[in-house]
Structure formats: C-alpha cells, structure tokens
C-alpha cells in the first residue's frame, strides 16, 4: 500500500505531523489572540496590507478578526486529534488565503517558508489513514 515505507513508522510519522502542526497554527493563534489581540492583527495585517487593493474593509476586518481564533482553536483540536481533517481541510483553505493575499501584494511572493511547510503537514496528516494515529480522539470511520 505505502511502498518503501515501513507501516510501523507510519505512526509516529502521522503523530508527528498533526502535532507540528497543530503546535505551529496554535501557537500563531495564541500570539494573535493573546499578545497582538486580534483587532491589532486585523488592522496591522489585512486594513492596511490591503487598503489599496480590491478587497472590501469589512471583508479584511471580518477575517482578520477570526483567523486568529480559527488557528488557535485549530491547533488545539489536532493536538488532541479531535475532528482531525475537517481541520487540516480548514487550514488548507486558511493557507489559500493567506497565499492569495501575499500574491496580491507580492505577485511572485514565495511559498517556501511557513505556508509551504505547513502544506506539506497537512498533506502528510491527510495522506496517513487515521488507524495509524497515536493519542487521537478522532475515531476511523
């Protein structure tokens, strides 16, 4: 099924994955919600980053204000395994966003850093069946 891969490290693979990145979105969301706030963040980041561009105030202010809490809760949710991939599937669709919006601004803006990276977690995550997970709530279906 998994050629060139031992089934015994699909486990630990799966189980390192989710909590790299459940830690990496839920420590960003922390720091939004709690040391930024998430006015700060919707301000800072999206009104003025975009002022000048064709996305409404209102839409900017909307997701500026709930991205924060999207990752902290997110993050939370993969660290205990709980509703695992309608999360990840969330992240991915936060990663298009945030993508759209330093292309928009960047127009040959470079993925290699955090987005590439947590893409590829999310992807490993996705990838392994949930039969391999350590420590989850989620159940396989």
């Known amino acids: 099924m998994y050629p060139n891969i031992a ?4 486990a630990p693979i799966r ?3 989710r909590w790299m990145i459940g830690i990496l979105f839920g420590m960003a969301g922390f720091w939004k919600v709690f040391t930024l706030g998430s006015s700060a963040h919707a301000e800072q980041f999206f009104v003025q980053g975009f002022a000048e561009h064709w996305i ?3 839409l900017l202010l909307t997701l ?12 939370l ?11 990840l599937i969330s992240f991915g ?27 590829m977690l999310i992807f490993i995550v996705l990838l392994i069946p949930i039969q391999h997970d350590w420590l989850t709530l989620d159940k396989p279906e």
Not at 93 to 119: C, K, M, S, V, W
Request: aromatic share 16%; no cysteine; charged share 15%.
């Open 93 to 119: 669709l936060l990663l298009l966003i945030t993508t759209y919006g330093h292309a928009l601004q960047q127009p040959l803006f470079d993925i290699d850093g955090h987005t590439f990276t947590r893409l």
């Open 56 to 58: 409404p105030e209102w």
């Open 15 to 17: 189980f390192l994955a």
């Open 77 to 87: 949710l993969l660290i205990i395994g709980f509703k695992t991939r309608w999360v």
């Open 64 to 75: 500026g204000h709930i991205i924060p809490y999207w990752e902290l809760a997110g993050g």
């Open 7 to 10: 089934v015994e490290n699909l």
